[in-house]
């Protein structure tokens, strides 16, 4: 598995801050797909309300079906919106294509085709919590978004 975020910086102490997190974020998810253990992965600590119960949800079904990935995801497009002191929003777009899905205990690809979906686009409403930690309270997505495709 490899995680590539593009736009990292941009300048801003506030921004940086939150695509920091998000990159953290994302990666609990990840996590917990690949070990087949939600406790350990920190969902809990980056998602909150509604986007928790979804990620939960989402991670539980794939770590029962024990299905993992392998490849590539690519984060690009990332524009953050700050609202105030303590929430924001952030889109982005995930490039799938370099991605395949595989079975976690025998690591066989299944063979994912590049597709329109394989390009998705997600707006996410952000919060920061008393840590200062930009938590994702709120996600949406749109599989297969012209907003992505190449």
Do not use: H
Not at 34 to 45: E, I, L, N, Q, T
Not at 61 to 78: H, N, V
Not at 90 to 96: A, I, S
Not at 108 to 114: A, R, S, V
């Amino acid at each position: 598995m490899k995680l590539v975020f593009e736009g990292q910086q941009t300048g801003d102490a506030v921004k940086d801050a939150i695509l920091a997190d998000n990159e953290r974020t994302v990666s609990t998810v990840w996590q917990a797909m690949a070990y087949g253990d939600m406790k350990k992965s920190g969902m809990a600590f980056y998602y909150t309300d509604n986007a928790l119960v979804g990620i939960y949800q989402y991670a539980k079904g794939a770590i029962a079906k024990k299905t993992s990935w392998a490849g590539t995801l690519r984060y690009f497009d990332r524009q953050v919106t700050v609202f105030d002191k303590k929430s924001a929003a952030l889109t982005y777009c995930v490039d799938e294509s370099k991605a395949d899905l595989k079975n976690r205990e025998t690591n066989k690809l299944q063979g994912t085709k590049t597709t329109p979906n394989s390009y998705v686009f997600y707006n996410l409403g952000l919060k920061k919590n008393e840590d200062g930690v930009w938590q994702t309270w709120d996600l949406t997505e749109d599989r297969g978004s012209q907003k992505c495709q190449p």
